[in-house]
């Protein structure tokens, strides 16, 4: 079974950096998109950013120019580095990933979440 497992979230200042990471693993045929989502408290999920499985990348306009994302496909591992952090930040960031995943009759290709990772920004 095809798992997403997110790390690196925490509690910074203002202004400082994080860096998350979401590696997927189980019987994985292919990983198309990947992405990061976050959810602050009331309001809903959106996306912070994405990058394609040829490396081409999309930003919300409220993190473009401080956060960066990238990926590790020999890993399978996708990375955002979160760089001059506000506290209009804080929220849950969550991992997902388009996967196509191996079973005995051929592959299914479907969206996969992590679990979530709290990042929370002091002011």
């Known amino acids: 079974q095809v798992q997403l497992v997110e790390s690196g979230g925490g509690l910074v200042q203002a202004g400082g950096s994080l860096r998350l990471s979401c590696a997927a693993s189980?019987?994985?045929?292919?990983?198309?998109?990947m992405g990061w989502y976050r959810q602050a408290p009331g309001k809903q999920r959106e996306l912070v950013a994405a990058i394609t499985d040829g490396g081409r990348t999309n930003y919300a306009d409220s993190v473009k120019g401080r956060f960066t994302i990238s990926r590790d496909n020999a890993k399978n591992t996708v990375y955002l580095q979160m760089n001059g952090l506000k506290p209009e930040d804080t929220a849950v960031y969550y991992c997902n990933a388009d996967i196509g995943e191996s079973w005995a009759w051929g592959v299914q290709r479907r969206g996969y979440w992590g679990q979530g990772t709290q990042v929370t920004v002091s002011s």
């Open positions: 189980g019987s994985i045929f292919s990983i198309n998109a």
